[in-house]
Every structure is written in structure tokens, then in C-alpha cells.
């Protein structure tokens, strides 16, 4: 009689799975169910960024994905996220160069539409973002206005805000964004879009233009 197959312990099929190289804490495996997704939506495009791929990407099962992340709006909105800690850190470094809220907000909007194509993740996004409904309501849900207000402290303490008008105004600036992104035209310079967003922008944030000794001006 033949002997029956060796089963497996639970311990060697888990360390079959992360390509041999299981995270220990939860937080970890969260990060590099990321870093999959971000290496996925870098190489492929918006098609990268679903639950099967990322799973494939970590040499994981797509149940341990929604361990992480409920559905895939989810692992779209903390993709991007998680892409754009290093645009957020110099964006504030950015910002620290000016002074009046004004112009902090007007700087906001031009860097990170000038910046978002050069990178890496949010550009593959963002070229694709016209026909991926979920990258386009992901920019105004509640996750990105929470991590914007964080991105942009600098700015809602000059402004003076409450948590509430900060809130509101950074929705605006957000949707603002998303339209210089998705619909560029008519296609303005620097300097003009700057203009057009002090003229538009600012007092739809309840906000003041800049004196005339600004250095902005």
C-alpha cells in the first residue's frame, strides 16, 4: 500500500506565500500589498490596479488582499495615497516658500498638476483616469480629503480654518485639480493659470489675494 501524501504544516504553506518572505505585522503586510499595486499600476497601468493582480504581484491569494482593502475603490484610493507620500513631502517644502494663504493655495494646485505626469504611479493614473470611474471618484471621496488636509497643514493654519471650512476648502481646490488634469484645455502657461486660479480659486476659498509687495507678484 502506497503511503498517504505528507500534509503540509499551516506554517510551510504561509511561508510558501509573500514569495517566501511572509511580513510579520499587519501594518507591513498593508505596505507591501502596496508596493505590489504601485509596481503593477507603474508597469501596467490602471488594468494593474486590481485586486487579482496585486495578489499576483505579492505571490499572495486575492482573499489575503481584501484582508487589507474591502474592494478594489479601496485599493485604488490607498494606491494613490500611498504614491504620493513623496510628492506630499515636497510639496510641503514647496509651500514653506510663501507666505499668504492665498498663495499657498494657488502654488498647491500648479505643483501637483505639474508634478502628478512625472510620476511614476499618479501619471499612469491619471493618463487613464478618463475611463477609470474608480481613480476619478477616488480624488473628492472622504480618504483623499483627510490625507489632503494633512498634505496641506501648512496652508490650513495660515488660512486660520476650522476643521469644517478646511474641509470644504480643500474639496474645492481638489476638484479644481481633478479638472486640470482630466480637461486641460483651454491650456494656460504658468503664469496665466496662476492668475486665473488667484482670480477664481481664492475667493472660492474665502480667501484674500496677496498684497502687491507679495514676492507671488
Request: net charge positive.
Amino acid at each position: 500500500m502506497a503511503p498517504s501524501p505528507r500534509r503540509q504544516s499551516p506554517r510551510a504553506r504561509r511561508t510558501r506565500a509573500w514569495a517566501g518572505d511572509p511580513p510579520t505585522p499587519h501594518a507591513g503586510a498593508r505596505e507591501r500589498l502596496l508596493d505590489a499595486a504601485a509596481r503593477r499600476v507603474a508597469r501596467d497601468g490602471m488594468a494593474g490596479a486590481n485586486v487579482a493582480a496585486v495578489a499576483a504581484e505579492a505571490g499572495v491569494s486575492r482573499p489575503t488582499v481584501y484582508r487589507y482593502f474591502a474592494d478594489r475603490q479601496a485599493l485604488v484610493e490607498a494606491t494613490m495615497m500611498h504614491a504620493g507620500r513623496d510628492l506630499t513631502r515636497r510639496l510641503g517644502e514647496h509651500l514653506r516658500g510663501f507666505r499668504s494663504p492665498a498663495e499657498m493655495a494657488v502654488e498647491a494646485v500648479c505643483f501637483v498638476r505639474r508634478e502628478i505626469p512625472r510620476e511614476p504611479v499618479l501619471g499612469a493614473m491619471w493618463r487613464e483616469a478618463l475611463l477609470d470611474a474608480g481613480a476619478v471618484a477616488s480624488t473628492t471621496r472622504r480618504p483623499a480629503i483627510a490625507w489632503s488636509r494633512h498634505a496641506l497643514q501648512d496652508l490650513v493654519r495660515a488660512a486660520g480654518w476650522s476643521r469644517e471650512q478646511a474641509g470644504e476648502a480643500i474639496e474645492v481646490m481638489l476638484r479644481m485639480l481633478l479638472s486640470l488634469l482630466v480637461a486641460p484645455e483651454p491650456r494656460r502657461g504658468e503664469a496665466a493659470l496662476r492668475a486665473f486660479l488667484m482670480r477664481r480659486l481664492v475667493p472660492a476659498l474665502g480667501l484674500s489675494p496677496p498684497s502687491r509687495s507679495s514676492r507671488w507678484t
